[in-house]
């Protein structure tokens, strides 16, 4: 009886010792990934900001720019002349994308959307745009070297306000 009890014991000992590694295996691959997540997460700046960093990068949103939204925009960024004041059909002018715009007032989320939908992403109630809509035209990385384009142009007081959209 001894010896069966001695047995039992045991086996009971080397379930906990496997408990406690399997736990411990758990525990080390669950902080694993939580430092994976950190390391591999962007820094407080955004895709776009770090973008801005990259020559090469602001280069292909200037001439992505400039094949698809200066027309409209300004090779300026100036916008239409009175962007203000609608057509007379009451569609909105193209605004301009320097610190004198509105553009900055938005979150890069809601800009990439409007580059993607265009003037079809407006409600009815808000108004009517002729902007053409990019998604099946622009790649997601052409459209945010675009961003990244019109950001590198913005004073630093803008790119801080703008970051916090």
Same mark, same amino acid.
């Given at each position: 009886m001894?010896?069966?009890?001695?047995?039992?014991q045991?086996?009971?000992?080397?379930k906990?010792?496997?408990?406690?590694?399997?736990?411990?295996?758990l525990?080390?691959?669950?902080?694993?990934?939580?430092?994976?997540?950190?390391?591999l997460?962007?820094?407080?700046?955004s895709?776009?900001?770090?973008?801005m960093?990259?020559?090469?990068?602001?280069?292909?949103?200037?001439?992505?720019?400039?094949?698809?939204?200066?027309?409209?925009?300004?090779?300026?960024?100036?916008?239409?002349?009175?962007?203000?004041?609608?057509?007379?059909?009451?569609?909105?002018?193209?605004?301009?994308?320097?610190? +004198?715009?509105?553009?900055?007032?938005?979150?890069? +989320?809601?800009?990439?959307?409007?580059?993607?939908?265009?003037?079809?992403?407006?409600?009815?109630?808000?108004?009517?745009?002729?902007?053409?809509?990019?998604?099946?035209?622009?790649?997601?990385?052409?459209?945010?070297?675009?961003l990244?384009?019109?950001?590198?142009?913005?004073?630093?007081?803008?790119?801080?306000?703008?970051s916090?959209?």
């Open positions: 001894k010896r069966v009890q001695k047995r039992h045991e086996i009971m000992q080397k906990q010792r496997q408990q406690r590694m399997m736990g411990g295996l525990l080390v691959g669950l902080l694993m990934i939580v430092a994976g997540v950190f390391w997460r962007p820094s407080s700046d895709a776009e900001t770090a973008g960093s990259n020559r090469q990068f602001v280069a292909m949103g200037e001439e992505v720019y400039n094949s698809y939204c200066a027309a409209c925009h300004g090779f300026n960024f100036e916008g239409q002349p009175d962007w203000q004041q609608p057509f007379a059909d009451g569609s909105f002018k193209a605004p301009p994308h320097d610190e +004198t715009g509105h553009t900055w007032h938005h979150s890069d +989320t809601y800009l990439i959307e409007s580059i993607k939908l265009g003037g079809a992403r407006l409600a009815p109630n808000i108004g009517v745009s002729a902007m053409p809509a990019y998604e099946d035209v622009l790649t997601d990385e052409q459209i945010e070297a675009v990244a384009y019109i950001k590198s142009s913005w004073p630093p007081e803008i790119l801080e306000a703008q916090a959209r």
